[in-house]
């Protein structure tokens, strides 16, 4: 949920809100009894001709004009342009976005020397924390104006693997506030098993031991460890470009999403 489409719930009574005012209210007037049948056939013929233009649902014309004004609203809300973070991203020749649509995680790739670098990150953590934030209003709770745009932490997950040696290093991170905070690094023997996002990987990795606690290590080896991944351009830059990608991809995932539902439920 994009941070426009938010504002707009807590500014007024959702569109999900007044769908459902509108059914109660057409309930309350279907069951009153129709005294004069002159003037009530007419309605009912022609609800009964519009039910039948989408299945076999009473309701499936008003949710199409529902999610349709949903869909027009996103349209008109957001540039169908590329914006121009991501073309200044691309433009740096550095990171290579591997995003497929309709999936709601994301890839940085790039080469460093004989190494190549992984970094996946997902949008869900971009929703889930949107709708914590938008209950907190709804209990009355006021954000701050001094508020950070991009104050939701997103997990982050780097793999970096060399050609001419086997194994791979992983790192856990979370992006939040313009900097990564590192969580652990841990080293695979076996490369796929340490990259690779499969069942069989996963419980692989289980019985491994992943290295300890970024922060118990010796101030010192912290330091040098944030050096190397500096160097790799896993940086300051790199953790205002993701949550910023997050939310174009999320709007993007969300305006997908209103019109394959749209042609399913009209069809």
Known sequence: MSAIRA??????PSSRMLAARGSAHTFAR???????????APASRAFSVSARRFGEGATDVTLSQKLTEELQ????????????????????????V????????????RKFGNETIRLMFSIADIQAQEEA??????E???????????????????????????????IDAMCQDGSFVT???SFYADAQVGT??????????????IGPQFDTLDVSVQEEFEKFLQERGINDALAVFIPEYSEYKEQKEYVSWLQNVKKFVEA
Do not use: M
């Not at 504002?7 to 007024?12: C, D, E």
């Open 183 to 185: 969580d652990n690094i």
């Open 196 to 209: 690779e996002l499969t069942a069989e990987a996963d419980w692989k990795r289980r019985g491994l031991f």
């Open 30 to 40: 279907a069951a009153l009894p129709a005294f004069r049948t002159s003037v009530a």
């Open 98 to 109: 591997e995003d497929v649509a309709g999936n709601d995680e994301v890839t940085l790739a």
């Open 73 to 96: 609203y996103e349209k008109e809300a957001a540039s169908s342009a590329e914006p121009d973070f991501l073309k200044n991203f691309k433009e740096q020749g550095v990171w290579k």
């Open 7 to 12: 504002l707009r719930q807590v500014a007024g």
């Open 133 to 138: 934030e938008f209950e907190e209003l709804e």
């Open 140 to 170: 009355g709770e006021e954000t701050s104006e001094d508020q950070p745009t991009h104050s939701y932490p997103i997990r982050c997950s780097f793999a970096i693997t060399k050609d001419s040696v086997p194994g791979a290093l992983t």
